[in-house]
């Protein structure tokens, strides 16, 4: 999983944009739900049902300064989520999804570049992580670990309704790994590959193995009767393809003038209008024109991601 | 010989199918070999090889690499990528036969611990290793000798933090076979092309601990002699193999 960490400094100018949805709690003075505190160990069912009731489940602190890691937050604060300003990164978008799917309660830290306090966090310098107060600030990185986290935790607090995030049958779960393997390693960068060529005659070839990497999910999508990826219920295999999927449709509309066509991914298709629907992909989604302007500028800069782009 | 043919099918009584390499030379396949003898899963082998692979093992996994597993008893579901194989194993012991397993705890955060430590293995730790091995160049050994040990420090840190003697304490999980394989390589491989051992100082609880896990009768049952990795690797090194991209030399 990788970030656009390099492209920090030209989301700052989209944090300054967003103001109005910011709001500054200088440290010390945030208001805080009073709470029993929760001890040692993972968080009591007792103890959740008091922090959702609080309301308003996300906040933003300051940045001004950063963030001083040594001091850590109480251990009855809600988890942490790390992720880029501007919220344009993918792999972050999946965990903003599992946290509003599971209902918990976080608090947002935006990071730009690659502090050194941020580093003391997550040595890799990238987003998204998460750090869990009420686990003894447990720190844990790349998306689809912070997923099954936060999916596992949720099903240890709540054994009598588990969520169909992460179904129990072994089977369904390692279908669920195996497509967001097939995300990872085959469709993203045969995406990001196919998108950033500038060689006209090779084009064809890799639009090719593009379709060949969503053969993939649609095959999945008629396998498994649908309509989401493990059939009736949503699961970290839709959340996992989202971010990209969306970012994938519109650039390649835009750039490459090219649509998926409904002949060849009519299930795909209806299940990214589905998906389109929650409450939860709506949150983490950015709008097309914000989605373009941020990938013309990774076409100008020649971007890499991170390996992704093979040209 | 002559195949297996796909489309007759195991009864349904038949134990779980593992495809590996002849003679089990791979290491990833060798992480679910541990695994199943570990869990006590009955299991038969099939072993698998050409380039590219034969037909009726690319319908079998498409991506044509080892290991995979195909289970009769789940309408002959296929599951492959090592990492994928090994949690699902946990989860059938778990879930369907409703027994407690230790390689895999159900601790939100152990299991993180043991996620991210293979995560590392697999994206961080293991092309320093095998292009420390196949360089030629070798003004820019010592550079990549310093790389691999940076990458192994975490491996030293997790066995301190945790008190050891495996990474996440007193119980041997899917966090240390995973890159068990591949130290087993290391060790010998290093050794004998390079005149490198892993500096006592430096990784002394690492040593330790390989020890330990060499004396488990899952990895004995699992393991290639030195001799056979020697001769192995000699193949590789006669063909300037590229580890599947592990090797980041530009040659």
Redesign the interface.
């Known amino acids: 999983m990788k970030a656009f960490l390099g492209l920090s400094l030209i989301f700052a100018l989209e944090i300054i944009q967003q103001s109005t949805a910011l709001t500054f709690y200088p440290r010390g003075s945030r208001s805080r739900v009073p709470r029993r505190p929760t001890g040692e160990g993972t968080l009591q069912s007792r103890d959740k049902k008091n922090i959702m009731d609080a309301g308003s489940l996300e906040r933003i602190l300051a940045l001004k300064g950063g963030y001083d890691s040594t001091i850590g937050p109480d251990p009855s604060n809600p988890i942490q989520f790390f992720t880029l300003a501007g919220g344009m990164c993918p792999y972050a978008a999946r965990t903003l999804i599992v946290f509003h799917e599971l209902g918990l309660p976080f608090e947002t830290v935006e990071i730009s570049g690659k502090p050194d306090w941020y580093l003391q966090i997550n040595p890799r310098g990238k987003v998204p992580a998460i750090r869990v107060p009420a686990d003894n600030n447990e720190v844990i990185y790349e998306s689809s670990i912070c997923d099954e986290y936060l999916c596992d935790m949720y099903n240890n607090m709540n054994q009598d309704s588990t969520s169909t995030l992460m179904p129990n049958d072994p089977i369904q779960r390692a279908r669920i790994r195996l497509l967001n393997d097939q995300t990872d390693t085959v469709l993203s960068p045969a995406f990001f590959t196919y998108f950033m060529n500038n060689n006209d005659t090779k084009d064809e070839e890799m639009l090719q193995k593009l379709e060949n990497a969503l053969n993939f999910f649609e095959n999945a999508l008629k396998t498994y009767g649908g309509p989401y990826f493990n059939g009736l219920e949503f699961t970290l295999a839709d959340v996992h393809l989202l971010p990209f999927f969306l970012r994938m449709v519109v650039t390649l509309r835009h750039y490459k003038k090219y649509t998926l066509s409904e002949e060849k991914y009519p299930r795909l298709l209806k299940w990214f209008e589905l998906c389109s629907e929650r409450n939860s992909v709506k949150v983490a989604s950015k709008p097309d024109q914000v989605i373009i302007e941020t990938y013309k500028k990774f076409k100008d800069m020649n971007y890499k991601f991170g390996g992704l782009n093979k040209n | 010989m002559g195949g297996y043919d796909a489309t007759v099918g195991a009864d349904p009584s038949t134990p779980l199918q593992f495809f590996t390499l002849p003679g089990n030379t791979c290491p990833y396949a060798q992480r679910t070999l541990i695994t199943l003898y570990e869990l006590g899963i009955p299991f038969d082998i099939t072993e698998v090889s050409g380039r590219p692979m034969p037909d009726w093992y690319l319908k079998i996994n498409p991506r044509g690499k080892v290991p995979a597993i195909r ?1 009769p008893t ?1 309408d002959y ?1 296929v ?3 090592s ?3 090994n ?2 194993l946990c ?2 012991v ?3 036969l409703n027994k407690h397993q230790e390689l895999m705890p ?4 152990m ?2 611990r043991i ?2 430590l293979n ?1 590392h293995c697999d994206n961080i730790f293991s092309k320093t290793q095998f292009t420390y091995l196949m360089n030629k160049d070798t003004d820019r050994d010592i550079q990549l000798a310093n790389d691999m040990e940076e990458a192994l420090m975490v491996y030293e840190e997790a066995l301190e933090k945790s008190g050891g003697p495996y990474f996440l304490g007193n119980q041997f999980t899917l966090a240390d076979l995973h890159i068990l394989p591949f130290i087993q390589r290391l060790v010998v491989s290093l050794r004998h092309w390079k005149g490198y051992s892993l500096p006592q100082d430096k990784f002394s609880r690492l040593l330790d601990w390989f020890s330990l896990c060499l004396e488990r009768e899952s990895v004995k049952k699992s393991s290639m002699d030195d001799e056979k990795i020697i001769r192995v690797y000699q193949r590789f090194m006669d063909a300037n193999y590229s580890f599947g991209g592990l090797n980041q030399n530009k040659t």
Do not use: G, N, P, S
């Open positions: 289970i789940c579901e599951v492959y990528e990492a994928i194989c949690e699902f989860d059938y778990t879930f369907t159900q601790d939100a955060v299991r993180a996620r991210l995560d």
